[in-house]
């Protein structure tokens, strides 16, 4: 069977359009999610790989994506590090957050087991796609999964707590991310090795750090993990939210595509960004939110960076929200298909 234009882009082949998927597909914004989620809480949904397949392939059969990514969530890694989490209806909390009490820090283990309903749900997912669609494996970045750690909740996105640690108390800090890493390394390689396709780095909240900062103590626990997964013979999309030029620095070695926030146009980014790196992104997703017209105009200024970019994957400078109408994403998608790219020999 003929690769999807994904896979061929993965592979560094000329298509004759963008691939197209949003970070958060599977979520709020698919009326058929909200559907199952009358039935099942989210955790239920994430933890029963037959539900975890098949919310994962709802935005394919509803808005027609070039790529899947797996449902599941960045906070299982502190879970399985033995922190009890909870989803509650103002998004995860973790009822016990660290402090810098180094039992509390020596306490945090390894509990494999737990991260095996994730291996379960990608052998599922692959048992039930199409052959050709790719599936993309996740986790979050060190630095961004020890912000909820230590914060507790996600309200407010400041991470205050987290950051004094980091600055008070930076042994102990690294005492926690070098836990993260490890634990995060072994669950990126078995996602490859269940047969993921590509394997994308979460780091949502770069930007929170100065960028020397964040170059210095943080970015070399990411870059672990994305050496492992190229390694093991993955694919690597790296998400460095905020990060800004910051990002000019990267290496092709351990990153094959870097996703982009909205802060700067793909085309200044593609500018400062290593050659060999693709680029994903980088829609604001709150454009989604205007009308259809709207929309469309601001899609239409992809067109020539497209033209001239095969090395590009379409997507959102961040995720989905769930205030967005399904009926915009889908044109989203719809419109970026049958545009026209104007690509040489196609
Ligand atoms: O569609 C997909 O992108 C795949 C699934 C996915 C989820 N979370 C499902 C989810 C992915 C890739 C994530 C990653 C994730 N989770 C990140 C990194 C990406 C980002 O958005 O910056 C972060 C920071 C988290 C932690 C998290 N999980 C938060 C802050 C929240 C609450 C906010 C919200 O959107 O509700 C979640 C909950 C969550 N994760 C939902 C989904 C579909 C909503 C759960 C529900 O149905 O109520």
């Not at 033995?82 to 810098?100: A, D, I, Q, R």
């Amino acid at each position: 069977m003929k690769d999807s234009v994904m896979q061929q882009v993965l592979n560094k082949q000329k298509t004759s359009r963008p691939p197209i998927w949003f970070m958060r597909q599977a979520g709020r914004v698919l009326p058929s999610y909200l559907a199952l989620r009358e039935k099942y809480d989210f955790k239920m949904m994430m933890q029963t790989p037959e539900l975890a397949a098949q919310v994962t392939l709802l935005p394919y059969h509803d808005l027609g994506v070039d790529a899947l990514i797996l449902f599941n969530d960045i906070l299982v890694i502190p879970e399985a590090l033995g922190m009890p989490l909870e989803f509650t209806n103002k998004g995860p909390v973790f009822p016990k957050p660290l402090s810098s009490h180094p039992e509390e820090i020596s306490r945090l283990t390894f509990q494999h087991e737990k991260l095996q309903h994730v291996y379960n749900a990608i052998d599922q997912i692959i048992a039930s796609k199409p052959a050709h669609l790719p599936l993309i494996g996740f986790c979050g970045a060190p630095f961004t999964v020890f912000c909820y750690m230590v914060q507790g909740v996600s309200t407010g996105h400041s991470f205050t707590n987290a950051i004094k640690m980091l600055y008070q108390s930076p042994a102990l800090a690294a005492n926690i991310l070098e836990k993260i890493t490890l634990l995060s390394i072994e669950y990126a390689v078995k996602q490859i090795e269940h047969g993921v396709d590509a394997f994308q780095l979460f780091e949502s909240h770069a930007g929170l750090l100065p960028a020397n900062i964040y170059h210095e103590i943080m970015l070399p626990y990411a870059l672990r993990i994305l050496d492992a997964v190229k390694a093991a013979g993955g694919k690597t999309i790296f998400f460095p939210k905020g990060l800004g030029h910051g990002i000019n620095s990267l290496s092709s070695k351990n990153i094959d595509f870097l996703g982009l926030d909205w802060q700067f146009s793909i085309d200044s980014m593609r500018k400062i960004v290593a050659p060999e790196i693709g680029l994903q992104g980088n829609l604001d997703p709150r454009l989604l939110l205007a009308d259809q017209a709207t929309i469309a105009k601001h899609l239409e200024e992809f067109i020539a960076f497209g033209r001239d970019n095969y090395n590009w994957i379409f997507n959102l400078g961040h995720g989905l929200i769930p205030e967005i109408p399904f009926e915009n994403v889908k044109f989203t998608v719809d419109w970026l298909k049958n545009a026209n790219w104007q690509r040489d020999n196609f």
